[in-house]
Nanobody
Framework: QVQLVESGGGLVQAGGSLRLSCAAS????????RGWYRQSPGKERELVAG???????NYADSVKGRFTISRDNAKYTVYLQMNSVKPEDTAVYFC???????????????WGQGTQVTVSS
């Protein structure tokens, strides 16, 4: 199995910054895409930022220029640097990794437990 553990969430004032981390453990043979999603009450989970194995990134329009996704392959960790946060960024943030546990396994999606981010105005 693969476990993902997020950290770094909390309460922050509008205009401030937070850095989320997502650390993976378990049996991982190959990594495909990794991403951060968020979900607020009454809304569907949405993609915030993604990074491919080649390092290409993509962002939701609402966070472009404010959030940055990065990775540390040696530490099996992905980060989300959140700057200039807004009250509408308030949500539970989840990380997602698409991995194979062996070279013969199919690609599978794994999710973290989520970390709450609350932005006060």
């Amino acid at each position: 199995q693969v476990q993902l553990v997020e950290s770094g969430g909390g309460l922050v004032q509008a205009g401030g910054s937070l850095r989320l981390s997502c650390a993976a453990s378990g049996r991982i043979a190959s990594i495909n895409t990794r991403g951060w999603y968020r979900q607020s009450p009454g809304k569907e989970r949405e993609l915030v930022a993604g990074i491919t194995v080649g390092g290409n990134t993509n962002y939701a329009d609402s966070v472009k220029g404010r959030f940055t996704i990065s990775r540390d392959n040696a530490k099996y960790t992905v980060y989300l640097q959140m700057n200039s946060v807004k009250p509408e960024d308030t949500a539970v943030y989840f990380c997602n990794w698409q991995v194979r546990q062996t070279v013969w396994s199919p690609w599978s999606d794994y999710w973290g437990q989520g970390t709450q981010v609350t932005v006060s105005s």
